[in-house]
Each structure stands twice: as structure tokens, then as C-alpha cells.
């Protein structure tokens, strides 16, 4: 057991593979009209009427089918939190570390409905007085999600 | 409920940030050696063997296979489960049924993650609803800073009490030998001049990447009985299942606040009779990704009003020497081999009402216990331990 005491190997493998992810019907829906329309669109519970964001074919308050009533969430709101990166980090959602110029934010549409989003402002100071907000989309290469819309932009009232 | 059933066999690797002198077999084997000796037993006594971690972390598609002989499974019942980061105490759970159910009289939950060789990040890649989270930009850390700023709005607490939190910790871990980070940490100044990775969050509000495994024997009350001074109790577990991103939708600002805590507490209290939970549980083990969820669990748990969370830290009433001591093992932001994590919030619960703890053992005596366990996404499973049922 001391032969390798001295050099501790290890097998390199590194995966090629790449993945192609089904959007489904619902949030495939959703991706078309941020792609084509620049609309963020949710479904609306058939029982509790509430907004279902992102859109699912079950509203996860009820357990009932939430049909087919589309509804826009609009393109302003109000923000209730954000935070700033100091430092890049992993993001998991895309593996690999990035540092998020942008600050994150959670923001309460007009339609009721909360998305997690950027904000454009990147001063902590100004970003103290930063409430009222409006989406700002991209007008050129939007594929569908909520990347098409680049950050949201403090306006008045 | 089915037949009672106790730990008899606790086992646990040194958890450390590299072990590149072992592979996974070997490091499983080291947990498991370590809970046959525990319960002074042999592998033939086991029937069935349970093991989980999080699978795709080291880019191996089953494991259970590699690891067959070094956990035991070769020629006996028994499966692979994942459940993401509740996986350790999923493990458990299985083994618990099994028991419970008359299918066995002995079962070996093992629950382990070798970080240091795998791709983590690729792996949480697909953690996330990969088509929903991919365009989203923004990581669950932030969510963490928000809920940390929304939490320090609504309640009064300060950054100064994650820094207690984390002080907390660390004397627990400096005091459990198997702990991965050991600081050595003396005052909460040092953890406030850490960097901000996300603000308000530092450096030091974060737990490690570590490399280890815990293993569990499980028995039915008659080979229990039989084979064991001193058996701990598996009064009830409970799982319950949360949904992701979605924001608002409990009352919960990020969408990510763990709503499945509170109905998983409630539940486990209510059918096993707890009406005041400090007076009824002695201690806890809790999963906590960050000091200041910490605070947020206690409230969750109803260890609490909400809200007061951070006032049982200010108090010390958590501590190693407090009333209710939450963490003696140095906890989650201490060691997480995210596999093992939850299985070890279990291992050392038991410890502390074997009164096994050595140095990290609570002050008070320790007959019942609660560990929890916490994973993507926000699905909670809670273990209630009592030393005599």
C-alpha cells in the first residue's frame, strides 16, 4: 500500500456533452411571447384567479389544472429587495462563475405577480432610491426567457 | 406508525477539503468500518444497505454499483436514492421504513459526497429547473442576500448576529474532531471585516465544500435491544416537498423561504405530542446553508415567535452551554459534504442523547432531539430522536 505513497493518480474525463432542454407547453408559450411580442404573459388559476409565474398547467396553491386564461404581467412594478455582487461567483444556473453587473431584485409587478429581475441602476446609493420600475427590452437576439429583457429601469411614480 | 426501530451504529469519516489518497469506495468504507465498530458488529448482521449523495457532482451515474462491496450492498437488498441536498436524510428515511416495516431487522443508511473530485458546478447547472433558471441570471446567493436584507428590515437583527451565528459554529467545530473548518475564530469582528461576496453577504456567512461520508445502523427494537446499551429512538421522520421560484406565492418574498419547514414541523409536533417545542425537544441539529438562515430556521421551526430568531442568538440560548443548543457539531456552514450533511445532523443529534459527543457535547442533558435536513428545492425532512420511546 506504500507503492503510490509518492504520486497520487488521478483519471482525467472531461464531458463534451451538450444538452437541449424541452421548454413544454407552458413556458414554451411564455418564451414565444417575450421572443416575439416583448410581453411577459402568465396563467391565471381557474379556481383562485391568482397569476401563475412562471406559467404551469397546475397552480401550485390549488393542485387544480390552471386552463388556458393568459394574462399579461405587464412591464412595470415596484421593487421590494435587492442585493449587489462584490465578488463573481458560481451561478448556478449556468455553471460557471460570472460576476452580475446588474443588481438582482425582487419586484412586484403592477399585476400582482413578483419576478426576480436586474436592475440597470448600479450605484449603491442611487439604488436606495430606486422603487418604481420599468422592463427594458432587448430589441435585437431575444430567444425566448427572461434574458430578452436586459434589466428594468427606475422611473417616476 | 410500524414497529419501532433505533440507531444502534454511528459512523463518520475526518471531513476535509481534498482526499485525493482515496476514492469513493474507500471513503464510503471508512464510515461504515467506523459504525460496525460503533455498534460492535460485523457486516453480516446487515440485511439491507441504503446509500445517497449528490449523484452527478462526481460524474458518476451509479454509484452504488462502484461502491458495492466497500458499502456492504454486494448480495443484500437495498437502493441507491436521491433526493439533492435532502439525500442524507432520505437515506435514512428508506432505511427507517424498511425496519419499521417488517422488511428488516438491520439496514445501513450511508450518506456521502466526494466534492474534490467532481464538477459541482456543472451538476448545479441541472439543479435548477434548467429551463426556467437558465435565462434567469441571478443566483441563489442573492436570493440568500435578500432574504438576510428583508429579514434585518422586518426584525431588528443586525450583521453583527450572523456573525454569532457563525462564532457559535465555530466553537462547536473546533470542538468536533471530525468538523471540516476549524477556524479558531474569537470574536465576531473577525467574521465582520470578511469580504462581501453578495451584500450583506461574506465570505464567512458560507459553509465549505467538503469531502466525506456518515453512515447509520438502524435496528428493530427486539435486535436493538438485543445488541445495544444504548440505543437512540427514531420516534417520527417526515418529508415534505416544496416547489421553486415561486415568488410571493406564500407569502414569501424570494420564493425561496423554506414554507416546507413550517408544515413539515407542525405535522411532526403535532403527532408526536409537542405543544411547547423548547420544553419538549432538548436540542437540535439543523440544516442551515448560511448563519442567517440559521436565525430564519428557528422561526420556521417554531423554536420561536417570528421574527425573534436572532434574539435567541443575542441570548445564547443556542450555545453548547445554552438552554436549547442548536448545532453543538459546528453545523452545516462548519462542514458540508452535501451527501453526508443531513445524514450527519442525525449522527450527531444521537451522539448528544448518547451523551457520545466528547467535547462538542450540549451542557444540558440531552433526551430528545430534532435534525433536519434541507435541499433544492427547499424540500425539508426532519428526524425527531428520543432516547427512550
Known amino acids: 500500500m506504500t507503492d503510490n505513497a509518492e504520486e497520487l493518480i488521478h483519471v482525467e474525463y472531461t464531458q463534451p456533452w451538450r444538452y437541449r432542454w424541452s421548454t413544454g407547453k407552458y413556458i414554451g408559450k411564455a418564451y414565444a411571447e417575450t421572443k416575439r411580442n ?24 390549488c393542485k387544480v389544472p390552471t386552463g388556458e386564461k393568459w394574462v399579461e404581467l405587464g412591464d412595470t412594478g415596484t421593487v421590494l429587495q435587492y442585493t449587489y455582487q462584490v465578488m463573481p461567483m ?13 443588481p438582482s431584485a425582487n419586484i412586484r409587478m403592477d399585476s ?46 | 406508525m410500524g414497529n419501532r426501530v433505533a440507531i444502534i ?18 471513503m464510503i468504507n471508512e464510515a461504515v468500518r467506523a459504525a460496525l465498530a460503533d455498534a460492535e458488529m460485523e457486516i453480516k448482521g446487515i440485511e439491507a444497505v441504503f446509500t445517497g449523495n449528490m449523484e452527478t457532482f462526481e460524474g ?69 429547473t434548467p429551463v426556467w433558471g437558465a435565462g434567469f441570471a441571478v443566483g441563489a446567493m442573492q436570493e440568500f442576500a435578500k432574504q438576510a436584507l428583508t429579514y434585518m428590515e422586518r426584525t431588528g437583527a443586525r450583521e453583527e448576529h450572523a456573525a454569532m451565528v457563525r462564532l457559535k459554529a465555530d466553537y462547536g467545530a473546533c470542538r468536533n474532531p471530525y468538523a471540516h473548518l476549524r477556524l479558531g475564530l474569537s470574536s465576531i469582528d473577525e467574521i465582520l471585516q470578511s469580504a462581501y461576496l453578495v451584500w450583506p453577504l461574506r465570505i464567512l456567512d458560507f459553509c465549505p465544500q467538503s469531502n466525506g461520508a456518515c453512515a447509520l445502523i438502524l435496528a428493530s427494537e427486539h435486535v436493538a435491544n438485543r445488541l445495544s446499551n444504548k440505543p437512540v429512538w427514531i420516534a417520527d421522520m417526515i418529508t415534505v416537498h416544496q416547489t421553486q421560484f415561486r415568488a410571493g406565492i406564500y407569502e414569501d418574498l424570494t420564493g425561496r423561504d423554506p414554507y416546507s419547514q413550517e408544515v413539515a414541523a407542525a405535522r411532526l409536533y403535532k403527532r408526536n405530542g409537542i405543544t411547547d417545542v423548547r420544553r419538549d425537544i432538548d436540542l437540535a441539529e439543523i440544516y442551515e446553508p448560511s448563519n442567517w438562515q440559521e436565525m430564519t430556521t428557528y422561526e420556521h421551526l417554531y423554536f420561536c415567535e ?29 462542514t458540508n459534504a452535501i451527501g453526508a450533511t443531513p445524514t450527519v445532523r442525525i449522527a ?30 427547499n424540500w425539508t425532512i426532519l428526524t425527531l430522536l428520543r432516547r427512550s420511546l
Not at chain 2, 443529534?349 to 432531539?369: M, P, S, Y
Open chain 2, 60 to 128: 458518476v451515474c451509479h454509484p452504488d454499483h462502484w461502491m458495492a462491496v466497500e458499502s456492504g450492498a454486494f448480495g443484500r437488498p437495498g437502493m441507491k436514492v436521491g433526493a439533492a441536498g435532502t439525500t442524507g436524510a432520505t437515506v435514512v428515511d428508506e432505511a427507517f421504513h424498511m425496519v419499521a416495516a417488517g422488511v428488516c431487522d438491520t439496514a445501513l443508511a450511508i450518506g456521502y459526497q466526494k466534492h474534490d473530485q467532481g464538477n459541482a458546478t456543472g451538476a448545479l447547472t441541472t439543479c435548477c
Open chain 1, 90 to 102: 458560481w451561478d448556478p444556473h449556468v455553471g460557471r462563475a460570472r460576476a452580475h453587473p446588474h
Open chain 1, 38 to 61: 416583448k410581453r411577459l404573459m402568465g396563467n391565471r388559476c381557474s379556481k383562485c384567479q391568482e397569476i401563475v409565474w412562471p406559467p404551469e398547467p397546475v397552480c401550485p396553491r
Open chain 1, 112 to 157: 400582482g405577480c413578483h419576478i426576480m429581475h436586474r436592475l440597470e441602476e448600479t450605484d449603491p446609493e442611487k439604488l436606495k432610491k430606486v422603487k418604481r420600475v420599468k422592463a427594458v427590452w432587448k430589441e435585437e437576439g431575444r430567444q425566448g426567457g427572461m434574458d430578452d429583457i436586459l434589466y428594468f429601469r427606475a422611473i417616476d411614480g
Open chain 2, 306 to 334: 417570528k421574527g425573534e430568531g436572532w434574539k435567541m442568538v443575542e441570548k445564547h440560548m443556542t450555545d453548547i452551554e445554552g438552554e436549547f443548543p442548536v448545532n453543538c457539531s459546528g453545523g452545516v456552514i462548519a
Open chain 2, 348 to 377: 450527531e443529534a444521537a451522539l448528544q442523547i448518547r451523551g457520545d459527543a466528547g467535547e462538542r457535547q450540549a451542557t444540558r442533558d440531552i433526551k430528545t432531539a430534532l435534525a433536519t435536513a434541507l435541499g433544492s428545492t
Open chain 2, 9 to 26: 451504529g454511528i459512523g463518520q469519516t475526518h471531513f476535509k477539503s481534498k482526499r485525493p489518497d482515496v476514492n469513493i469506495p474507500e
